[in-house]
């Protein structure tokens, strides 16, 4: 049976949902993940949102479907046709044939290598741009350009 329901609360990968319409008592469910084998996914409700729930026939177990927006928890409808936006306003975005993603975040870590197949850029210039000016930057230090080596004074 397909019900409606208000996230309550969360806990581990099941959430405690109230049924308003049938006067239930609040039941926890599980929560369904993209993945859960060899890749991994976990993406939770949050409490007070609006959710389409399946339910046993006596009501006694159930699985969320998702969640639903409504007239008061609308979409932004500035980020694309796809998106992931997170309490403290951060996002990921994509607009379908932009061939491109849009991330807000305040720092970017990254544990591994950053490879790009095309240039790399900032508000300032482009990493080429750097590259070009060091390499045309010659010492004029007797040492033929190349690495200055430990300085010979100190300041």
């Known amino acids: 049976m397909l019900e409606f329901g208000t996230i309550k609360e969360i806990k581990g990968l099941e959430a405690k949902v109230h049924f308003e319409a049938w006067g239930l008592e609040d039941l926890w469910v599980k929560v369904p993940q993209k993945f859960t084998v060899?890749?991994?996914?976990?993406?939770?409700?949050?409490?007070?949102?609006l959710v389409a729930v399946i339910l046993t026939d006596d009501l006694c177990d159930g699985v969320v479907l998702g969640g639903i927006y409504n007239e008061i928890d609308l979409p932004p409808e500035d980020l694309g046709d796809s998106?992931?936006?997170?309490?403290?306003?951060s996002y990921f975005s994509h607009t379908e044939g932009s061939k491109s993603f849009n991330l807000e975040v305040e720092n970017?870590?990254?544990?591994?290598?950053i490879i790009a197949g095309g240039e790399v850029q900032d508000s300032?210039?482009?990493?080429d741009s750097v590259r070009q000016?060091?390499?045309?930057?010659?010492?004029?230090?007797?040492?033929?350009?190349?690495?200055?080596?430990?300085?010979?004074a100190t300041v």
Request: glycine letters at 14%; aromatic letters at 6%.
């Open 38 to 49: 060899t890749k991994k996914s976990k993406i939770m409700p949050e409490a007070g949102q």
């Open 83 to 89: 998106f992931i936006q997170f309490g403290d306003g």
């Open 108 to 113: 970017l870590y990254v544990s591994k290598n």
């Open 124 to 127: 300032r210039g482009t990493l």
């Open 133 to 152: 000016h060091s390499n045309s930057h010659a010492h004029t230090n007797g040492n033929n350009g190349s690495n200055t080596g430990a300085p010979t």
